[in-house]
């Protein structure tokens, strides 16, 4: 039996080793809400990670980060946009992450009737979202109700519905019980509850914490036992670990082995799991029977893939707002100053720590180059840098003076925010706050007082309190991390070649003075599902250069009882003089309840396409389990009464209901 190193990542495409196609980061593929483009994104990075298997096969190089085996998808509720690795997830609502997390694992996994493309393994099981400095000895306190009703759903989905071959367990500890060590995590909720029958493994190094931080055993000897006992069945040790700490790392095992604390029923389980997972890959078989083999290294960043990405990228990024005549840039703009630290750089457009070998990435100021009009003059200034203090904006501004109209590129990288051991600062890779940095924010107020047309683009992997940006820009588009075509998709918008159609799947707040403390794990007051204030920017938010016009809302019926769903029809019209993709949302509330429930909650969304002036009748159904509510023991139950229905390109709010449909309909 050949060895085989588990550990592989595809967050945005496939990680570490060698070129890869880098797509938009996952929370800019949260944002095009299009399970349909996601899975075609999962499948692309999937048939590319053959490719290189094989490749590496045939070159008989056998390491890590070339298996099939990947710690993809992150399905982790992004509850504080403080978390570094917030940029990994698919959002903060269990309904969009649970569609988006099940399309990755079919994408990833394929559907031929014998064989698995890779190995998909949703992560990380289970309750975690930061602080990353405090993730290996973390005790995460959570309500039964808080676990069924947010945290779990997405596990869930992508267990029953996406046939996820594996589940990554987390560094840190749920109620006292830590997660890769743990027989009421493992086994009763993943195994007997959820019905999971795949293979489990840990995060790098989480058995070691069993021992070296939890402090639940005596040695890490101890700690391995406990963790294949209750179903963890790939160790998995650290990211790098030295030969020395590796060859200790697998005496310890063997001393577990010795003193009968890892018996050989424990080994057999986690052998039998593991197995057949590579039996399903094919690892065994004569390679001219899996058909997968035959992919081309050719494959990897092709033309097909690069399209993919651009239109993964047009798809993600969000115009939050639009409240002047400049968009699309007309050839009036003859001269236009591109100026800020993001314009004319690539860190800006990926997690550069997974992809040393990147691709050819088109940063903004490339992008305008490849899409501006004939004539159209582009004057460049970086502005400032990153976050360094005390820049010189004499260039900027002298740009910005001699140019029509100002597109202004902030934000942060990759560098600010990401995991633990990627991105250091203070906070070992989460932030502090949710503003710019000073020395851009001083850039931003430099260029407003110009009083020059003005567009402003951000980038992050996580939400922004641009507050002076909203009172004082007219224009703002949120970018993301948006791949090697970031830049193309960006101009294209800019220019009016594509109609932007992305949508926030994170609220953006003022400030982190509405959120409470980092290491709370309780949903009261995170999320738009529970957020009493008034955010920046609401959960859902997106606009258009058309207007979608809903009419026309019939219901089958008003009441509706066990084993009964409802069909929702209604119209939607594209009243503007562009073609565009519209995101309709569906949203409930229940009017009353004995429990603490979700202020509002998304059901149901549908992206669709409309020329203009084109009408499109739309269909959803509402099955009686939309109706349950998660009591606080954390079972689902009925609770008789009416829940109200909001329909519409948004998520309904008090200063914008008339723009939604709506109905009642009574549960009993």
């Given amino acids: 039996m050949p060895k085989y190193d588990w550990r592989n990542e595809c967050l945005q495409g496939v990680a570490f080793v060698d070129k890869s196609t880098i797509f938009p980061q996952a929370i800019a593929m949260a944002a095009t809400w299009n399970p349909e483009l996601i899975y075609n994104v999962a499948s692309a990075i999937a048939d590319e990670a053959r490719a290189r298997h094989h490749e590496f096969m045939r070159r008989n190089k056998i390491m890590r980060w070339t298996g099939l085996t990947f710690s993809t998808p992150n399905i982790n509720i992004f509850r504080d946009p403080r978390w570094g690795r917030g940029q990994e997830t698919f959002g903060e609502d269990p309904y969009l992450t649970s569609r988006m997390g099940v399309a990755f694992c079919k994408g990833l996994q394929g559907n031929h009737p014998k064989y698995l493309k890779v190995c998909a393994e949703p992560k990380h099981f289970i309750v975690h979202s930061g602080p990353e400095k405090l993730r290996h000895e973390i005790n995460n306190k959570v309500s039964k109700k808080d676990l069924y009703e947010t945290y779990l759903p997405a596990f869930k989905a992508c267990i029953e519905e996406g046939n996820a071959a594996g589940i990554m367990c987390a560094y840190n500890r749920l109620n006292d019980e830590a997660c ?99 039996f399903k890959l094919g690892m065994f078989d004569p390679p001219e029977r899996v058909p997968f083999t035959r992919t081309p290294y050719k494959i990897i960043d092709c033309k097909k893939h690069r399209a993919l990405a651009l239109e993964c990228a047009r798809e993600c990024i969000v115009l939050l707002k639009n409240e002047s005549y400049i968009l699309p840039i007309n050839k009036n703009f003859k001269k236009i100053a591109v100026i800020g630290p993001i314009a004319n750089e690539s860190k800006a457009l990926y997690y550069f720590h997974y992809y040393p070998f990147p691709p050819k990435m088109i940063t903004f100021l490339e992008g305008m180059k490849n899409n501006a009009p004939k004539g159209t003059k582009l004057l460049y200034s970086k502005g400032c840098d990153l976050m360094q203090e005390n820049c010189n904006f004499s260039e900027a501004r002298a740009i910005a003076e001699n140019s029509d109209i100002i597109v202004l590129f902030l934000g942060i990288t ?49 939400a922004l309190s641009i507050n002076y940006a ?161 009591s606080d023991d954390g079972r689902k139950i009925l609770e008789p009464g009416e829940f109200s229905i909001f329909i519409g390109g948004n998520m309904p709010h008090e200063k914008g209901l008339d723009k939604f449909l709506t109905s009642n309909i009574d549960v009993y």
């Fill in 470 to 630: 909203k009172k004082h820009v007219p224009i703002i588009l949120q970018a993301w991390y948006p791949g090697e075509e970031g830049g193309n998709a960006l101009a294209e918008i800019l220019f009016g070649k594509y109609n932007p159609s992305g949508r926030l799947p994170i609220t953006f707040y003022k400030s982190v003075n509405q959120l409470p403390p980092f290491e709370d794990y309780g949903m009261e007051n995170r999320t738009y599902r529970y957020f009493k204030g008034e955010p920046l920017f609401h959960f859902g938010h997106g606009m258009s250069y058309s207007t979608f016009e809903y009419s026309n809302l019939k219901l089958s019926s008003y009441r509706i009882t066990k084993n009964e769903e409802i069909t929702v029809s209604f119209d939607v019209v594209n009243l503007g003089n562009f073609s565009g993709k519209e995101v309709i949302q569906l949203y409930m509330k229940k009017k009353k309840s004995s429990f603490r429930i979700p202020l509002i909650e998304l059901k149901r969304f549908k992206k669709i396409s409309l020329k203009e002036k084109q009408k499109e009748k739309v269909t959803f159904k509402l099955k009686y389990e939309d109706f349950l509510i998660i």
């Fill in 414 to 462: 990759a560098e600010l925010e990401g995991e633990e051991g990627y991105a250091v600062g203070p906070l070992r890779g989460d932030r502090r706050d949710l503003n710019l940095p000073n020395v851009q924010e001083s850039l931003l107020k430099e260029m407003v007082s110009l009083d020059k047309p003005m567009v402003l683009v951000l980038t992050s992997g996580s």
């Fill in 180 to 278: 890769c060590a743990s027989k009421k995590i493992l086994i009763d909720l993943l195994r007997k509850e959820l019905k999971f029958k795949g293979y489990v493994i840990a995060d790098g190094g989480a058995v070691w914490d069993v021992y070296k931080h939890h402090k639940l055993v005596k040695d890490y000897s101890s700690a391995a036992a406990l963790a294949l006992k209750n179903g963890c069945d790939v160790l998995n040790p650290f990211n790098i670990m030295t030969s020395a700490k590796l060859k200790k790392y697998k005496k310890s095992v063997l001393e577990g082995v010795r003193n009968g604390t890892i018996t050989e029923e424990m080994m057999n389980n986690a052998l039998r799991r593991s197995l057949i997972a590579r």
